[in-house]
């Protein structure tokens, strides 16, 4: 390539980064405020899965008295691997610690994707994965769930060819809330491609596929600590992956990839397990009453969910029109404008003060 200095260095930029349509991420509170009139402390978020009673209470303290901030963090993560261990039930030499499980999946497809490579994505489900795809130099190629939003098994095998690389399943799914069944996985797996299953969500349906991980060597399995202990602003992942592609992840991620307050936050999590699991209980029993409440409502048809959310198709109104309204009053749920999703929104789990405040809302909006 010739350098054009009219242009300077943007004739020099890859080429097909010029398509990527960027991830959309969550609005942060203050916008929300500032958009809606509501203050911060009165807005009810119900737009991003995330945890609504927060982190630990040893997480704040330790935090809080951690005196070595100036230090760099230990870069392969050692006081983690055991308490993982612990937790995981599958050995150390099987887990990568991440800045999120966003990381993770960029990690991975880094492992696997050569230009034009292709990923298989079972949509509607977490925008991350097409997204990844394209910032490693991959494909994306989309295979859409059948109506009751279950893996395609068939089209996705249909869809494989030389160039396929890696499949991602989310279990329990983002935004559908069901989780896949096991032979589903396994006959996934059987093909030979690498099966990423995501289970960001595990802690609130208890279904995992971790423990195969060591007998397969094209299964990996991620998980997240932004939901079930509430470290979404500290970005804390892991996987589970076959150990010659866990050594080969430890060797291309950046040295210092999970900061020392997020190590601090992961370990104090795992040492507070039964705190957490509460609030995990918590979490579910509110997500039946949601469910229930709005079912009886009937403006709102809430879908079974595993998840700390539940996607709902609008019985009547618009879905843009009553998230819209939500806004105006400082609640936010997600709208998701696609074709798989027509007319539908997605609702986070809150307490029970939130779960009122939002039906008594969609009352007072349906009746003007």
């Known amino acids: 390539m010739t350098y054009d200095p ?13 398509g990527i349509e960027p991830y959309e991420p969550i609005v942060p509170l203050e916008t929300l405020s500032e958009r809606s009139g509501v203050p911060v402390e009165k807005l009810i978020k119900l737009d991003g899965n995330e945890n609504p ?10 935090l809080a008295d951690y005196s070595f901030y100036h230090i760099y963090p230990d870069p392969l993560h050692s006081e983690l691997q ?12 099987h887990i990568v610690v991440g800045s999120g499980s966003d990381e993770l999946i960029d990690l991975v497809l880094r492992v696997f994707l050569e230009p034009g490579d292709k990923v298989i994505n079972c949509v509607p489900t977490f925008g991350m994965y097409p997204f990844s795809t394209a910032v490693c130099g991959g494909k994306t190629v989309t295979v859409p769930r059948d109506d009751a ?3 395609d098994v068939a089209a996705v095998k249909s869809a494989i060819d030389e160039r396929t690389k890696v499949i991602f399943i989310a279990s329990p799914n983002n935004p559908t809330g069901n989780a896949t069944l096991p032979n589903v996985i396994l006959e996934l797996v059987d093909t030979g491609v690498v099966v990423v299953v995501d289970e960001a969500y595990y802690e609130f349906s208890g ?3 971790a423990p195969l991980v060591p007998a397969y060597p094209n299964l990996i399995v991620l998980r997240s600590f932004s939901k079930w202990a509430g470290l979404g602003g500290l970005r804390a992942g892991y996987g589970i992956l076959p150990f010659n592609i866990a050594e ?5 991620k950046m040295p210092y990839n999970v900061n020392i307050a997020a190590m601090i936050a992961v370990r104090e999590s795992l040492a507070d397990i039964d705190y957490l699991r509460d609030r995990v209980k918590a979490i579910i029993a509110e997500r039946e009453r949601l469910s229930a409440m709005l079912k009886e409502q009937g403006v709102l048809l809430p879908l079974p969910s595993e998840a700390n959310f539940i996607l709902c198709r609008v019985a009547r109104g618009d879905a843009r029109e009553i998230k819209q309204g939500l806004d105006k009053k400082g609640i936010f749920i997600r709208y998701f404008d696609t074709p798989l999703l027509r007319n539908m929104l997605r609702i986070s789990v809150g307490k029970p003060e939130h779960t009122d405040a939002l039906v008594e809302a969609l ?6």
Do not use: H, M, W
């Open 6 to 18: 009219i242009r300077g260095a943007e004739n020099l930029i890859r080429g097909d980064l010029a």
């Open 53 to 62: 009673y927060g982190c630990s209470p040893r997480v704040r303290r330790a």
């Open 82 to 93: 055991e308490p993982l261990e612990g937790y995981v039930g599958v050995g150390q030499k």
């Open 149 to 151: 939003y279950e893996v």
């Open 207 to 209: 279904r995992t596929f």
């Open 248 to 252: 080969l992840v430890r060797r291309i």
């Open 363 to 368: 009352a007072k909006l349906e009746g003007g």
